[in-house]
């Protein structure tokens, strides 16, 4: 399956990009991170905890992926094409990574481009999620604003064939999960409802009651 016939088949007309969860109705957003200034290894430990466990719940270890990293090249690098070398310490066996599928699209955040000079590149790899070293892909994400290292700077989704979800932590603070029906992550909604943000619940709470 390629990425696109998933997406038109399960999310049509959604596109994907930040802020997934305010462009699809059917979708809940978490809150990782609590109590920032409080002391920065109890903070991350906190967001990595609530990261990992979320996937763990969606994915499981048998089950097809799709990981899309989007590299936005805005015109100060031209080396985009390495970029897919971040996937290389997080998948197990390298010789997947010959199928990774490489797309240059128009810049995905065209409000931000009116010369339409930047471009994004869509890197895709499809794989189970046994291939993928997980939890520290996780934790790269989550470091991404905070000058811990390792970290992924570039946008990663991860979109789950069989149960029909998408998955995106946008930095630290959340993550998005959109599905196609509020049944297929009713059992996520009501096991970590306390992790929901505060700010979309009730918005939430109409869809899943």
């Keep these: 399956m390629l990425l696109n016939d998933y997406m038109n088949e399960n999310f049509p007309q959604l596109i994907l990009r930040p802020p997934l969860f305010y462009n699809w109705e059917i979708g809940l957003r978490f809150e990782l991170g609590l109590d920032y200034y409080y002391e920065k290894n109890h903070y991350m430990q906190e967001v990595y905890q609530r990261a990992i466990t979320l996937f763990e719940s969606l994915h499981f270890q048998d089950e097809e992926i799709f990981i899309v990293v989007d590299v936005n090249d805005i015109?100060?690098?031209?080396?985009?094409?390495?970029?897919?070398?971040?996937?290389?310490?997080?998948?197990?066996?390298?010789?997947?990574?010959?199928?990774?599928?490489?797309?240059?699209?128009?810049?995905?955040?065209?409000?931000?481009?009116?010369?339409?000079?930047?471009?994004?590149?869509?890197f895709t790899l499809q794989c189970k999620v046994s291939d993928v070293k997980y939890i520290p892909l996780l934790k790269a994400i989550c470091n991404q604003d905070l000058g811990i290292q390792p970290s992924i700077i570039h946008r990663v989704y991860f979109l789950n064939i069989k149960r029909k979800t998408i998955f995106h932590i946008y930095d630290d603070r959340g993550c998005d999960l959109l599905a196609t029906s509020p049944e297929s992550i009713r059992d996520i909604y009501f096991t970590y409802n306390d992790w929901i943000l505060d700010y979309d619940k009730d918005k939430i709470d109409q869809v899943f009651k």
């Design 75 to 122: 015109g100060e690098s031209k080396t985009y094409k390495h970029k897919a070398r971040i996937f290389s310490p997080y998948i197990r066996s390298q010789s997947l990574l010959y199928t990774l599928k490489h797309t240059e699209m128009p810049f995905i955040f065209p409000e931000d481009d009116e010369e339409g000079n930047y471009k994004t590149h869509r």
